[in-house]
């Protein structure tokens, strides 16, 4: 009847397993109840959970990544504490099953489910905004992005309580993640919250390259696009195509475990190298997925800060896209120990150290950007200035490992370790804290607190240095990555001080929240009137802050880059643009619960499929296909804002701005 | 606010202001076409990684058998006309749409769709014939990578049918309106892309992989 569920999937024996399982089943039995008390529910249905603006999608994508930064960060504090002890004759606390689970979600989670979420949440809230439109091209299919991500979410979640999560690293290599020596079902939800989740990603990408490419406001030429905006397309057309790599490669390792098909296993003539080669053609494209929305981010974050146009625009957009091209011809240098001789490894080798020229391009941009200008010492900039100091020296230790010989020592040791979270903390955590507070004020109407951001800041800046810097020592060591125990005594003390600089990162994460916490109760003495808090050069400050549903009473008309910033010194120069007062009705699509349904299928088919429930997945698929009939019915998707609805709003507009004004 | 029935009327011009720089957003049916066309593409990208496994695998018979002894010719030339031939009716379809002739589109999108049929009729032969013969996916990695590919492009064309059968049904329910249309034209560029994956397949599998 259930497949392969029984009550022995429940870890009743495992206490720190049952500890979570626990807390996390209280917190969130706590929060529905609250929403059930306080009544909350037709709001948050028909105001968030349906919503098809790309704003709240935007807002909801980020919540989804703070709620998974703590819990991916739970499982890098549970490494760190097995590691600082597990040493001679002491085991630890975490058996190797149980740690083997850890480090292989605390890769997943962190960056599928918090850093792919953190950037798509960006882009959402901000891209369209700064191309002076008032949605992305297909709102309803970008609602049903957000509900696949988080069904992916859902059931990389539910492995903690029912059954196990993979054992395998984060990519799951196989021959280990086949069927014969991974038969529990842990690789199982690892691959369908991915692919599940990977849909939705791809429909983002896709949705994104549509909307930059065809639905800018009259006059936004591509020479005239924000930075943020550039650095969205080369993201978005990295993910239109690297994602079906990744959905066609978990395929067929699906296939060969639930078929007994012969990709990647060691007999019938499969191929397990094939595997490392495709998740790779995947996976590199996909760390520049991640790291150049961030690149688009401070560049806004400088230039608006340092009270300057960007130094280089054009130069920029040329890294930007260079790179986005580069990405695709990199990926070997995952794997030079493969074995593919000194030619392909060379070829390999040097294309991952010019990939770092248009990089390097981007950095003087910057620091140009910010010579000769006011800078603000805001908590924006304050990560932007961390992440150049910190992501040049990931930089440095990317292209020592580019070199084969050099790789041949220290790959899947700790120096590698060390480089990834120098680049991915120091690049993209820095990225979207900075973007955080930066587009903070604009979606919610007020600033967030300067000193418990500072604090933040430093505790990550002075954590990360504090606990990765030991681990590259410990790579020229020898000690390699994944250990769940060691013998040499010898690595202790480096692997202490970076359990205290886990620690420190632990008080910026503290740091995060009091920050949020504090600025939400003194929200009233932090408001936004003016929709333009930091001085900014693009379009969506010259909004309300935040800004009504449909982002623009008229779509604004283009003629120069950093355009608000043109409005503004024309302003200045007593060129006043009179205020309409006529507006036409807007056309803006309905909210829809389709997004939320075709995932709540999904997580049901997901689930019967790691479980092989398979009278469940039937009812799943026909339930799936069934709504989509439904919502393919519907004859109405578009409402209409009146005239005197827009009225209103810019009224109000204009005066708050003139009350700070006077 | 009040409901539009936005789907019955055409979609609203651009916008009337010339511009040096720009034409300002697109029509909605050159969004939706555009926005599938890049679906099109990652769908292309994902069928090529299951092509880069077949080229890999496709010697790694495993002792078992080979694309020699198992393709017949004759089969896939007829799989390849029939195809060919109902991606033909599909596109008289879109004359019939344009046109707003309900008729003819109901006979092109019947033989499109009977055509499509018979190619997965001869698909499941084949496939049936191989697997009575011991020749499973579980055999040998180039069986594996044969019968992927060959039915993912299978999948996609049943998927295909499925999609036709809803869109008639929705324009006997719903007449020619923008949704119906758009969806019709998005149905076409599938359907005529699946031939473009199935001239690869057939020269890369069949011809290529067939002569070792």
């Known amino acids: ?662 | 606010m009040s409901v539009l029935t936005a789907d019955t009327s055409p979609p609203p011009p651009a916008h009337p202001i010339p511009s040096p720089s720009g034409h300002g957003p697109a029509s909605k049916r050159i969004t939706i076409g555009y926005g599938f066309w890049i679906f099109l593409l990652s769908d292309i990208i994902m069928f090529s990684t299951f092509f880069a496994t077949f080229a890999v695998l496709a010697r790694a018979t495993d002792g078992g058998p080979t694309g020699a002894q198992l393709f017949h010719q004759k089969t896939v030339v007829l799989e390849t006309a029939f195809l060919l031939f109902s991606s033909f009716a599909c596109g008289m379809m879109s004359l019939a749409l344009n046109a707003r002739n309900l008729t003819a589109t109901y006979i092109s999108a019947a033989i499109t769709w009977v055509l499509g049929a018979g190619f997965l009729v001869l698909e499941i032969t084949e496939f049936a014939d191989m697997i009575s013969i011991g020749a499973t996916p579980q055999r040998s990695a180039f069986l594996t990578a044969f019968f992927t590919l060959v039915g993912c492009h299978g999948l996609h064309v049943s998927l295909g049918l499925v999609w036709l059968i809803v869109m008639m049904a929705q324009l006997a329910t719903k007449g020619f309106r923008f949704s119906v249309l758009s969806r019709l034209l998005c149905f076409s560029l599938f359907w005529h892309a699946l031939d473009i994956i199935w001239v690869a397949l057939f020269t890369i599998v069949y011809l290529m992989g067939g002569s070792h």
């Not at chain 1, 010989?405 to 900075?434: E, K, Q, R, T, Y």
């Open chain 1, 1 to 662: 009847m259930f497949g392969k569920l029984s009550w022995s999937a429940i870890p009743f024996n495992e206490p720190i397993d049952m500890v979570a399982s626990a807390a996390m089943i209280l917190v969130v039995v706590l929060i529905l109840a609250w929403i059930t008390l306080k009544g909350h529910w037709s709001y948050l249905w028909h105001e968030w959970i349906t919503s098809v603006d790309h704003k709240r999608i935007g807002v909801m994508y980020i919540v989804l990544a703070l709620v998974m930064l703590l819990r991916g960060f739970s499982d890098a504090l549970l490494m760190r504490g097995q590691q600082a002890v597990a040493v001679g004759g002491h085991p630890g606390y975490l058996v190797p099953e149980h740690f083997n689970q850890i480090f292989s979600a605390h890769g997943t989670i962190m960056i599928f489910f918090m850093a792919m979420p953190f950037i798509i949440g960006l882009m959402n809230f901000a891209v369209p905004l700064q191309l002076g439109i008032r949605d992305v091209a297909f709102p309803t299919l970008n609602s049903v992005s957000l509900w696949l991500t988080a069904s992916g979410v859902l059931l990389t979640n539910v492995s903690l309580v029912i059954g196990v999560f993979a054992r395998t690293g984060w990519l799951a290599y196989p021959p280990l993640s086949e069927l014969k020596f991974s038969p529990d079902v842990g690789v199982d939800y690892y691959l369908w919250s991915l692919q599940i989740s990977g849909v939705g990603t791809l429909m983002t990408g896709i949705n994104f390259v549509t909307t930059i490419l065809k639905l800018r406001t009259e006059g936004m030429s591509y020479m005239r696009m924000p930075v943020f905006c550039w650095t969205a397309l080369a993201a978005n057309l990295l993910i239109v195509a690297a994602f079906p790599v990744l959905t066609a490669t978990f395929a067929m390792l699906l296939l060969d475990r639930y078929m007994g098909f012969h990709f990647f296993t060691v007999d019938g003539g499969g191929n397990p190298m094939m595997y490392i080669n495709l998740i790779w053609v995947w996976g590199h494209p996909e760390v520049y997925i991640l790291i150049l929305p961030c690149f688009g981010v401070f560049s806004e974050v400088v230039a608006t800060f340092s009270g300057k146009p960007l130094f280089g625009y054009r130069s920029m957009v040329a890294a930007t896209m260079a790179i986005c091209v580069l990405s695709f011809v990199v990926w070997l240098h995952h794997f030079f120990t493969m074995g593919a001789g000194a030619d392909v490894n060379g070829f390999f080798g040097v294309m991952t150290m010019i990939i770092a020229v248009p990089t390097g391009v981007k950095i003087y941009n910057w620091l140009f950007t910010m010579y000769g200008g006011r800078v603000r010492f805001t908590v924006p900039i304050l990560y932007a200035i961390g992440f150049m100091i910190t992501f040049i020296l990931g930089g440095v230790t990317g292209v020592l490992l580019a070199v084969p010989p050099a790789d041949f020592v220290l790959h899947n040791s700790l120096f590698l370790v060390a480089h990834f979270h120098n680049v991915i903390i120091g690049g993209v955590v820095f990225g979207v804290l900075a973007g955080y507070t930066y587009w903070f004020p604009k979606a919610f109407g007020f600033t967030l607190h300067e000193g418990w951001g500072k604090a933040s800041f430093w505790c990550w800046f002075i954590g990360f240095y504090v606990a990765f810097m030991p681990l590259y020592v410990l790579g020229l060591l020898g000690m390699t990555r994944r250990m769940q125990h060691y013998d040499d005594p010898s690595w202790q003390p480096y692997l202490l001080v970076a359990a205290l600089g886990a620690l420190i990162i632990a008080a910026a994460i503290v740091c995060l929240v009091i920050q949020l916490v504090v600025s939400i109760r003194t929200r009233d003495q932090r408001r936004d009137l003016t929709g333009d808090p930091w001085d900014g050069r693009t379009l969506e400050w010259s909004t309300a802050s935040p800004p009504p549903s449909w982002n623009y009473a008229e779509m604004p008309y283009v003629e120069h880059e950093d355009i608000f910033w043109v409005w503004k010194r024309q302003a200045r120069e007593g060129r006043v643009r009179t205020p309409k007062t006529e507006f036409a009705p807007i056309e803006m699509p309905m909210n829809s619960p389709i997004g939320f349904i075709m995932a709540f299928f999904a997580s049901v088919n997901g689930f019967s499929l790691i479980w092989h429930i398979w009278w469940l997945l039937a009812c799943g698929l026909i339930g799936g296909f069934i709504s989509v009939l439904v919502f393919a019915w519907q004859d109405h998707s578009e409402m209409e804002i009146s005239p005197e609805e827009i009225a209103r709003a810019e009224r109000a507009r204009e005066t708050a701005q003139a009350e700070v004004a006077s």
